[in-house]
């Protein structure tokens, strides 16, 4: 045992952990310190005091905790905490909230060591050993700088309807890391399963051999592919990704589970699982998607094709118009494989229930698809499978498919025994889809003055192993392929390919970024054979209302917001210019809702109770993004009632969703269910005990193609984005971004949402990049070789604003969940070049990686 004092008190631990902070959660239950990514210490989320100093707890040995004083954000003095609470909430300081409390501590420790004379800089320096995925830092250092000068901020507050910057629902709970993640669940008599992966992304299973794992201590059974009752196969669109690869089948990405080990503790759980051996008949992977296409060799084991799908369209004659053109223009972009980063690893509850069905614990992002696949993996009718949302510290599409939900459900299904099963960092690395490497070949052309005349794109993305929304991803790739503006004639071919790859799927943009940043690319080269600046280029094309776009779709009064979001950086372009440094300017457009002819409804309800408590259900997964608060900012709009009598929750009683999170719509729809539902409570009388249930629905779009200008998508955001870089060194100095929101819900978390899309948007274009080796195996195993921005590489953001209502939309709303990063990487690629005069037209670039590009 070690003897060690956490907060105040002595206690006892076992000393089988592998570190401190699995003694901290597994067996002592403090849960504020964040497992993001153990034991390699590169999140920060794990951070505690011993001694006095801040520690990364998922690195000190238990034995050196021997006989020292640990003390957590659980342990420091309630007024101390509140402060702390206070600030993050005011300041928006977190969004997902996961890697707040280790913020916290670390910079408790600046504070408590330099007061009021901590500067922003030497703050962001110090938060080198943490990483957030969500807010840019930005808002994080104004909550730290209030603390530290002893300040309570003014700008946000509890109270106010549609338009108010009101704090984030559960904002101090989130930031004092009382709202627990699925992970901080404890029920009792809880198992843990560990799963143990493929050896090779494509290789027939001989046998699996599970005798050596089920001896091992602790082990209460391990499971295969044989043991699923029901399904093999689940999948949101296609029913082509294998819960488990049996004998006798095949895998197809690294990503794939052979068994499931479950054991009284997670260390005996995941050293069982290392025990599952396992034979193999080696196979050559598939890891070339231009290859792939024409080959018949099956990458993927049960599909009969490497084209997964084939999007393509065309509007008015290409040839005739680029030969007529003044200016035609060549070129292939390239865009590389990124992973999501998340902070918080996937992580599923599942027990028994008293009726003899099923309920499980889920961070996804469509816990009514959760459902669906759980029972049929199971054998199981819906109604015995119930699926809880637990909000998730991050997401941004990678949280869509089903992950280890299946594994728990089935564990306790079989065990009939709660089971949690929750994945490491490099397991999350290799199971869940990531953002498409896309390849694209542009010829574009313009006139004399730099209108465009025509733009034929050829896309290539690949898709990895399973379909996941693959597919999707590459429809929206060439939806958006000639970004925000007018081009008479258009002629679009994109495919999406398997591979062995790791499988790709939805990220924030979803294939609206790639697709963008080399439309953008080309608007700027253009823009150089003219003779006129990136900035009238776009002005001269930019569409207008009623202007047919891409797919044809004639726009509405909605899409002016692309020409004020151009004109709010006219000055600040010109006057970088005329400072002498390199500005770049990018413009883009992203849908809001899924569009393509679906059919989309969601509902809410009010329910009014005793206690004078307004509850508000609805179906959305919170992940940082604030549909809750957006929830709350509605009822108290269109109620009147005071913001804390508002409790908000995803009810999962009744199926109030529409399948997944996703497509920046969850502000949209999930506000007009909101308002719909408060208007019926009101033209009721708001009666105490009665649910008030309404919907929002969308059912105007059209797939491409079903009539000759149809409606792709109900709504757009826009936004156009100034960086500006150092002609010398070619660093980012600052990023102004102008967003056309439509309506701003929330001015403050809306701004938030901007600058951690700009975070994510200049990592995107500098430095983050997902390979994998000539085996379809990853080469990054750890957060920072992923290259992610830290806080001190952030540059400063400011934001603007712009609200030009949306047509048919609750309170005018288009949503900016992913718009946020679509024009950056073009941004960064045009201020490159203004600085040093070359093209770039692969990413990640950097200042100096553009040798092979176009000069």
Not at 341 to 353: C, Q
Request: hydrophobic share 40%; aromatic share 6%; net charge negative.
């Amino acid at each position: 045992m070690t003897t060690l004092t956490v907060n105040g008190r002595e206690v006892h631990v076992s000393d089988d952990h592998p570190h401190l902070l699995a003694a901290l959660r597994e067996e002592l239950d403090v849960t504020s310190p964040k497992d993001g990514c153990s034991p390699s210490g590169q999140c920060g989320g794990c951070t505690v005091m011993i001694d006095g100093k801040v520690q990364v707890s998922c690195q000190y040995p238990l034995a050196k905790a021997e006989g020292r004083e640990v003390v957590t954000l659980e342990g420091l003095p309630e007024d101390e905490r509140q402060r702390w609470a206070r600030a993050f909430a005011a300041c928006g300081g977190l969004q997902c909230g996961f890697c707040i409390p280790g913020i916290v501590m670390r910079a408790k420790a600046q504070v408590d060591k330099k007061g009021a004379a901590l500067s922003r800089e030497d703050m962001a320096r110090h938060l080198g050993a943490h990483l957030c995925r969500c807010t840019g830092y930005v808002k994080i250092l104004d909550a730290i700088e209030a603390v530290a000068r002893g300040v309570e901020p003014e700008r946000g507050s509890s109270a106010g309807g549609v338009g108010a910057s009101a704090t984030k629902y559960e904002a101090e709970r989130l930031t004092l890391g009382d709202r627990g993640y699925v992970d901080d669940l404890r029920v009792p008599g809880m198992a843990h399963a560990a799963l143990r992966l493929t050896d090779h992304s494509r290789a027939d299973v001989v046998r699996i051999d599970t005798a050596a794992a089920s001896a091992a201590a602790g082990v209460l059974a391990v499971y295969t592919a044989a043991d699923i009752p029901g399904d093999l196969r689940v999948g949101i669109i296609h029913k082509d990704w294998p819960v488990m690869i049996p004998e006798g089948g095949r895998t197809s990405y690294a990503g794939d589970v052979l068994a499931v080990v479950v054991a009284e503790t997670r260390g005996q759980a995941r050293a069982a699982a290392e025990l599952v051996a396992a034979e193999y008949r080696r196979l050559p992977p598939v890891v070339d998607p231009a290859a792939a296409v024409d080959s018949d060799d099956i990458a993927v084991w049960g599909t009969d094709s490497n084209v997964l799908s084939v999007s393509e369209y065309t509007r008015g004659d290409v040839e005739a118009a680029l030969a007529s053109s003044a200016h035609v223009l060549h070129e292939v972009f390239e865009t590389q494989r990124v992973e999501h980063a998340f902070l918080e690893p996937e992580s599923s509850l599942a027990l028994p229930r008293d009726d003899g069905g099923l309920h499980v614990y889920s961070g996804g992002q469509g816990i009514w698809d959760d459902r669906d696949q759980i029972a049929a993996c199971l054998g199981l009718d819906r109604e015995k499978v119930s699926v809880e949302l637990v909000t998730n510290g991050g997401a941004f599409g990678g949280k869509e498919d089903l992950s280890n939900q299946a594994h728990a459900a089935l564990a306790a299904w079989l065990l009939r025994r709660p089971v949690k099963c929750t994945l490491s960092r490099e397991e999350s690395f290799r199971m869940h889809a990531k953002r498409h490497p896309i390849s694209m070949e542009y010829w574009a052309g313009c006139d004399g003055d730099g209108h465009l005349t025509a733009v034929r794109a050829r896309m290539l993305g690949d898709s990895g192993a399973y379909a996941s929304v693959g597919m999707k991803v590459l429809e929206r790739a060439a939806g958006h392929a000639t970004g925000p503006y007018r081009v008479p004639a258009v002629d679009v071919r994109s495919v999406a390919v398997r591979t062995n790859n790791p499988v790709c799927g939805a990220f924030r943009g979803f294939g609206a970024n790639q697709a963008q940043f080399a439309m953008e690319g080309v608007m700027d080269r253009l823009a150089e054979r003219v003779g006129i600046t990136g900035w009238e280029i776009r002005k001269r094309n930019v569409i207008h209302p009623g202007d047919v776009w891409g797919p044809g779709q004639v726009m509405d009064d909605g899409c002016a917001g692309a020409e004020r979001c151009l004109d709010a950086l006219a000055g600040r372009y010109e006057a970088a210019r005329a400072e002498g440094r390199a500005a770049g300017i990018g413009l883009g457009l992203k849908n809001s809702g899924l569009g393509n002819g679906y059919n989309e409804v969601t509902r809410a309800v009010v329910r009014f109770e005793a206690d004078g408590t307004v509850e508000v259900r609805h179906g959305w997964t919170e992940m940082g993004q604030g549909v809750h608060t957006v929830a709350r900012q509605v009822a108290v709009e269109e109620l009147g009632i005071d913001p804390a009598r508002v409790r908000v929750l995803v009810d999962t009683s009744r199926e109030l969703g529409d399948g997944q999170t996703t497509g920046s719509r969850g502000t949209l729809m999930g506000a007009g269910a909101v308002r719909n539902a408060c208007l019926a409570a009101r033209e009721d009388g708001c009666r105490v005990g009665v649910d008030y249930l309404a919907e929002y629905r969308v059912d105007w779009t059209q797939h491409i193609g079903e009539v000759d200008n149809p409606t792709i998508h109900s709504a757009f955001g826009y936004a156009a984005q100034l960086v500006v870089v150092d002609p010398d060194t070619l660093a980012v100095e600052r990023v102004v971004a102008a967003h056309d929101v439509g309506r701003a819900v929330n001015p403050m978390l809306c701004a938030g949402q901007v600058e951690g899309s700009v975070h994510m948007g200049l990592g995107y274009a500098l430095s983050e990049e997902f390979p994998s080796d000539g085996e379809a195996f990853p080469l990054k195993h750890t957060l920072r070789s992923l290259g992610i921005l830290r806080p001190k590489d952030v540059p400063p953001i400011e934001v603007v604003l712009v609200e030009v209502p949306q047509p048919r939309a609750p309170y005018g709303i288009k949503g900016v969940g992913e718009i946020g990063l679509v024009p950056t990487a073009g941004a960064v690629a045009a201020a490159l070049h203004a600085a040093d005069g070359r093209w770039r037209s692969r990413l990640p670039m950097s200042g100096t990686s553009a040798e092979e590009d176009t000069q």
